[in-house]
Structure formats: structure tokens, C-alpha cells
């Protein structure tokens, strides 16, 4: 058997194409969706990432910003420039660019984003709704694999999903996602992480495998059945000598001997990575939609 390929970015072009007809749909309306960046500091990667979100953004037609600060602002001063964008009718959506400098605190910045414009869906208030099963802004790479898996033909309902990692912004909110008693959900779903005692019996046992451990090529072929749909969220880096960059991408997966297993998986790059950003705008679109109605 060699696995059938999930194809991140033919997906993310799909699900964008939908996202600019929402857009114009509002823009008719007389409502322009609007995404708000702030970024602290000059962090490069940082900074690529907000440079690919605004790119993004403009491919669907929402208008975006980024609010770029110094790296040695005051955390109050962080937070006065997110509390005058929560007022701001302009700005559909806020994304605080992570990670902040040390001297300033995640929680308190996120805690200061109103809930109804927290398109990263990281808010506590959002979270609770989402565990909770109530409408709300999904965080975007779990919603991202949802969208993998429902797209790909590989609905969850009624299979065991087991998640290799735990972390606030994939593992969690994933099973809570996936474990709902609703559409693209009604999954079985088992969390392990770094104390789980025999990880290769719990991923031998799943219908849907997905890997979120930021460890390369952790989930080796002997750790995955026959037939089973796997979910790769890693992104290493590993020394490559043939590469002019001297290094090259590589997930969580072992990916060329899983391949001859999976039923279908996601490459590595080009799998989970471009949902993100994707569903980041799917949520920002949400969030105009919400407001306007």
C-alpha cells in the first residue's frame, strides 16, 4: 500500500477561493473585513510569518495591518495599542504575533484581546466556548486539520484519533475539536505526550494518527497500522549538505516509511503548513460575517 497524498495547499487554494466570494458577498454589503497585526519587535521569523499573513489576507480581500512596535515597549503600552484596536470598528479581527518579548506577558496581552475579534481563537473566553462545543473561533491549525480530514474524505466520526502531543495550540484544542458531538467531529480521541508509557501501542490503535510533537521523525513505520490516515504537524529542520541552504524541512513522521503504510498523509512541507494561515482568514471572514449580522 503506498498512501494517497493530502494536499495541504490544493485544499487552502479551495477554501480561499470560497473566502474571497464571503468577501465580496460583504464588500456588496457595504462591510470590508479588516486584520489587525501586532508585532513586537524585529524578530525575523516573526516577521515572515506576518509578512505571508498580510500577502494572505490581500489574496481574499481583506484589508490588513500591521501595528509593528519596538521590542522594548511596556507591556501596558502593548496593551493599550490592542484595547484602541478592539474599539476600532476598521478591524474585524486582531492577531497578536507570538512569541512576545520576555519582559512582557503573553497571558495578559492575550486576556486584553476582545473575544469577538480573537480570529487566533487563543483566548481563554474562546477556548472555554470551544471545549464547552458553542460557537466560536476555532484556533486555525486544528481547524486546519479538520478541514484536511473532511476535504480529503477522511471524516472522523466514529474513528479513534490519536494525537501525539499536547501543546495550548494544536493537541488540546484539536481533541476538543474533534471530540464534539457534531458535524466533522464524533471522534474517539486519546491525547498522548511525553509520559505516556507505551506511545507505540496507543498510535498502533489509531484510525487517524496525528503528529504534534515538534520532534523529527518521532512516529516511525513500526508505530502506524495498515491503513491508517495520518496528520503530520511537524516542521524541523535538519542538517541537509545537498541543499544550499544546508538544511531541509522534515516533519514529525518518518514520512518515507509511513508512506508505504498510511491510507493517506500529509507531507511535510505542503500538508497542515498552509491551512494555518487559511484558516486565520476563514476565521477573520467569520468574525465580519458575525459583526455584520
Same mark, same amino acid.
Given at each position: 500500500m503506498t498512501a494517497t497524498i493530502i494536499d495541504?495547499?490544493?485544499?487552502?487554494?479551495?477554501?480561499?477561493?470560497?473566502?474571497?466570494?464571503? $468577501?465580496?458577498?460583504?464588500?456588496?454589503?457595504? %462591510?470590508?473585513?479588516? !486584520? &489587525?497585526?501586532? /508585532?513586537?519587535?524585529?524578530? @525575523?521569523?516573526s516577521m515572515s510569518y506576518v509578512a505571508s499573513k498580510n500577502q494572505g489576507a490581500a489574496e481574499v480581500g481583506i484589508n490588513s495591518h500591521t501595528f509593528q512596535l519596538p521590542a522594548d515597549t511596556p507591556q501596558d503600552a502593548v496593551i493599550e495599542?490592542?484595547?484602541?484596536?478592539?474599539?476600532?470598528?476598521?478591524?474585524?479581527?486582531?492577531?497578536?504575533?507570538?512569541?512576545?518579548?520576555?519582559?512582557?506577558?503573553?497571558d495578559a496581552v492575550i486576556n486584553a484581546i476582545d473575544p469577538a475579534k480573537d480570529v487566533d481563537g487563543i483566548h481563554p473566553a474562546n477556548i472555554g466556548r470551544l471545549l464547552r462545543g458553542e460557537p466560536t473561533f476555532k484556533p486555525a491549525t486544528?481547524?486546519?486539520?479538520?478541514?484536511?480530514?473532511?476535504?480529503?474524505?477522511?471524516?472522523?466520526?466514529?474513528?479513534?484519533? $490519536?494525537?501525539?502531543?499536547?501543546?495550548?495550540? %494544536?493537541?488540546?484544542? !484539536? &481533541?476538543?475539536? /474533534?471530540?464534539?458531538?457534531? @458535524?466533522?467531529?464524533?471522534?474517539?480521541v486519546t491525547v498522548c505526550h511525553t509520559r505516556t508509557r507505551d506511545l507505540a501501542a496507543m498510535t498502533l490503535q489509531a484510525d487517524i494518527l496525528v503528529a504534534a510533537m515538534g520532534a523529527a521523525r518521532a512516529i516511525t513505520g513500526d508505530m502506524v497500522r495498515e491503513g491508517t490516515v495520518v496528520i503530520d504537524v511537524g516542521n524541523n529542520r535538519i542538517e541537509d549538505a545537498t541543499r544550499k541552504s544546508g538544511f531541509r524541512l522534515v516533519g514529525d513522521v518518518d514520512y518515507d516509511a509511513?508512506?508505504?503504510?498510511?491510507?493517506?498523509?500529509?507531507?511535510?512541507?505542503?500538508?497542515?503548513?498552509?491551512?494555518?494561515?487559511?484558516?486565520?482568514?476563514?476565521?477573520?471572514?467569520?468574525?465580519?460575517?458575525?459583526?455584520?449580522?
Open positions: 495541504g495547499r490544493a485544499v487552502s487554494r479551495e477554501i480561499r477561493d470560497e473566502l474571497r466570494q464571503r $468577501v465580496e458577498a460583504l464588500k456588496r454589503k457595504g %462591510v470590508t473585513p479588516g !486584520l &489587525a497585526f501586532v /508585532l513586537v519587535g524585529d524578530n @525575523p521569523a495599542v490592542v484595547q484602541s484596536l478592539n474599539c476600532d470598528p476598521t478591524w474585524s479581527g486582531i492577531l497578536v504575533q507570538l512569541p512576545l518579548p520576555r519582559a512582557i506577558s503573553e486544528p481547524a486546519g486539520i479538520q478541514q484536511l480530514l473532511l476535504r480529503s474524505g477522511n471524516d472522523p466520526a466514529g474513528k479513534h484519533v $490519536v494525537i501525539c502531543g499536547r501543546s495550548n495550540i %494544536v493537541g488540546k484544542p !484539536l &481533541a476538543a475539536i /474533534l471530540m464534539q458531538k457534531a @458535524p466533522g467531529a464524533n471522534a474517539t509511513v508512506i508505504e503504510k498510511a491510507a493517506a498523509i500529509t507531507p511535510v512541507p505542503g500538508g497542515v503548513g498552509p491551512m494555518t494561515v487559511t484558516m486565520l482568514l476563514y476565521n477573520t471572514v467569520l468574525a465580519a460575517e458575525r459583526r455584520f449580522e
